[in-house]
């Protein structure tokens, strides 16, 4: 099992900056991959951006190439999302997950989610 506690959410005007945290406990090296979703209301959950396990290799969803940036600290276990030029459309409950795949396309584990915010 792994664990997921995700923070820094919160409310931010547009053009502002947010980073989100995820700190992973449990059987970490059982997962290949970890990285963000997002729900916004009425809208599907959608993959934002994910990190390799080992390499870190990246990937971004095409909305938020540019301005977010994923990272990893495997020392302390924890994902981080920067996210930049913020928009009223990235406003999402954001959720940070883990996968076996290396794509985070099936995620295994998921956080309890964070609230983000832009107001225009």
């Known amino acids: 099992q792994v664990q997921l506690v995700e923070s820094g959410g919160g409310l931010v005007q547009a053009g502002g900056s947010l980073r989100l945290s995820c700190a992973a406990s449990g059987s970490i090296f059982s997962t290949n991959a970890m990285g963000w979703y997002r729900q916004a209301p009425g809208k599907q959950r959608e993959l934002v951006a994910s990190?390799?396990?080992?390499?870190?290799?990246?990937y971004y969803a095409n909305s938020v190439k540019g301005r977010f940036t994923i990272s990893r600290d495997n020392a302390k276990n924890t994902v981080y999302l920067q996210m930049n030029s913020l928009k009223p459309e990235d406003t999402a409950i954001y959720y940070c997950a883990a996968s076996r795949d290396s794509a985070l396309v099936v995620p295994r584990y998921w956080g309890q989610g964070t609230q983000v915010t832009v107001s225009s």
């Open positions: 990190i390799t396990t080992w390499g870190g290799t990246t």
